[in-house]
């Protein structure tokens, strides 16, 4: 009874394993244009310009090429348009968001020092949104491979014993016992048998071999995925002008990531003699991460031309999971139609462990046209094959993960140039982005077009721009067994408004 009480409450319980995948991770990987408006209209490409808020968190010497302190603020309208492919057929869903996505301050210190050769020191704290994590998508086709093929991974190997429910056992007890004593891969397979999708080939104890109760040619799935979050950066900043030749920058970063998801799976059309058909299967994920990561940054000033670099160290991001999950199935039993459900009623809560996203390296360089105006031009890289997942007394599970997006991953490059044309105190901005997947086998890049007008009122100016940027990503269905490809492509078109004051 002491247990009943509990699981009344939603009873939580501790596991000795993670639940992530490649395709969370692949989530976390690359970034949208998230910052002042001014930053956002010329594509990002300011590691050799400075003088923006955003730009700061890019390339800590920009702050330095401040004259004056300010302070500012940016407000975003984003429409995401997600289509998802599934075997041929696409789906697509629109959603809208608003956020707060910048808010930052430098303060801006002038040497009077004129034996000094620090002429001007700067600090400044930014925070801007790397990326939305907001996403409803939908995916629909058909395959020959089937859900049974999922619990039949997770079940082999496992003795039988483990699966039947005893005199005075619940489900909600036995699937918490399984993934205390067991772990993830215990609690698949005993859903899966619960549900009647599989089967063990003999009733008995210390066996270990399933076969499916599923009978099947084609198969129609359906999946529908709701995931919103964020990634957010919050920079402290400093840096120093040195002989009015070079700004020198230091940052120290804070990653906040909170991601939640929950997918709902239906897969129909066996045989008609199936015993068991019409499977439905819940999966919901929640990640809470907090991290840091350090960058040195510099801008070299040759008269109109500017030269800038910067390095980004690896984000350490601590992680905790939570997951719950949810089976339904039907079947004939004596002349009867019975629909089963199995919902343990339980959220994981697994061991917390870290999450390395590889280190970037960023070459700039700008041309001032005097007061009329300015190009520049940013490349990155970051190997995002270098991706790392560790925890604490070593997990051969993550170890074989963090292999994994080896071979999953490459080398992220992206090359942004934008522009900007003053006439008077109006200001006329374009940009470009173009960003090669992160995974291997796409090969479609993500590419951004940018728009924007900013207008300078003395103390203060105001900045609005517009972006269209479309991404595509791979995921699969499910990580082991129906682990058959999607693709969800969107197009996100982006508003933003900026307002900065010069104290």
């Known amino acids: 009874m002491w247990n009943l009480r509990i699981l009344l409450v939603f009873l939580i319980i501790t596991q000795h394993s993670v ?65 998802g492919t599934y075997y041929g057929n696409s789906v697509s869903k629109t959603d809208n968001n608003q956020k707060l996505d910048q808010v930052g301050a430098v303060l801006v210190f002038n040497n009077s020092n004129t034996e000094s050769s620090w002429t001007r020191l700067s600090a400044g704290i930014n925070s801007h949104i790397v990326s939305k994590f907001n996403q409803n998508s939908r995916l629909y086709g058909s395959s020959s491979n089937g859900i049974d093929n999922y619990f039949l991974y997770f079940s082999d190997g496992l003795a039988f014993e483990n699966l039947p429910l005893y005199d005075g056992e ?40 399933y076969y499916s109760n599923l009978e099947y040619g084609n198969l129609d799935h359906e999946l529908d995925i709701l995931s919103k979050g964020l990634h957010r950066k919050t920079t ?56 840091f990561s350090g960058q040195f940054g510099a801008i070299m000033k040759l008269k109109k031309l500017r030269l800038g670099f910067s390095y980004d160290s690896p984000q350490y991001i601590e992680t905790s999971d939570e997951t719950k999950q949810s089976l339904t199935s039907t079947y004939l039993d004596q002349g009867s139609i019975i629909k089963e459900t199995i919902d343990p009623g339980i959220i994981n809560i697994y061991d917390s462990y870290q999450l390395s996203l590889p ?21 990155t890289t970051q190997n995002a094959a270098n991706t790392v997942l560790t925890k604490e007394g070593n997990s051969k599970y993550l170890d074989e993960l963090s292999n994994t997006f080896k071979n999953s991953f490459q080398s992220i490059q ?50 609005l721009s517009f972006v269209q940027l479309n991404e595509n990503k791979e995921f699969n269905m499910f990580s082991e067994g129906l682990n058959d490809p999607y693709t969800l492509s969107n197009t996100i078109n982006q508003l933003c408004l900026s307002y900065n004051i010069k104290l």
């Open 19 to 83: 639940s992530q995948t490649v395709n969370d991770i692949n989530y976390f990987l690359g970034g949208e244009l998230n910052g002042t408006a001014r930053y956002n209209s010329m594509a990002g490409a300011f590691g050799a310009l400075g003088g923006d808020l955003t730009s700061i968190s890019i390339n800590p010497a920009g702050s330095s090429v401040y004259l004056y302190s300010e302070i500012g603020g940016t407000l975003s309208f984003n429409n995401k348009t997600v289509e």
């Open 170 to 209: 619940t489900v909600p007890e036995v699937y918490r016992v399984l993934g205390e004593e067991n772990g993830f891969a215990a609690q698949q397979a005993f859903l899966g048998y619960q549900a009647y999708i599989i089967n063990p080939f003999n009733f008995v104890d210390g066996e270990t071999k």
């Open 236 to 291: 402290l900043n400093f840096s120093a002008l040195y002989s009015d030749l070079i700004h020198l920058g230091f940052n120290l970063n804070f990653h906040k990531l909170e991601y939640h998801s929950d997918q709902s799976f239906f897969e129909s059309n066996h045989y008609i003699d199936s015993p068991v058909y019409n499977i439905g299967f819940k999966n919901g994920i929640s990640s809470f991460r907090n991290g």
């Open 359 to 379: 280190s970037k390296k960023t070459l700039s360089i700008a041309y001032i046209f005097g007061l009329k105006g300015l190009i520049s031009i940013d490349y």
């Open 414 to 463: 992206t090359f942004k140039i934008g522009g900007e044309y003053r006439f008077k105190d109006i200001s006329l901005r374009a940009g470009y982005l173009k960003r090669n997947n992160a995974q291997r086998n796409i090969i479609d890049s993500d590419q951004a077009i940018t728009f924007g007008l900013g207008f300078n009122f003395g103390s203060n100016s105001m900045s």
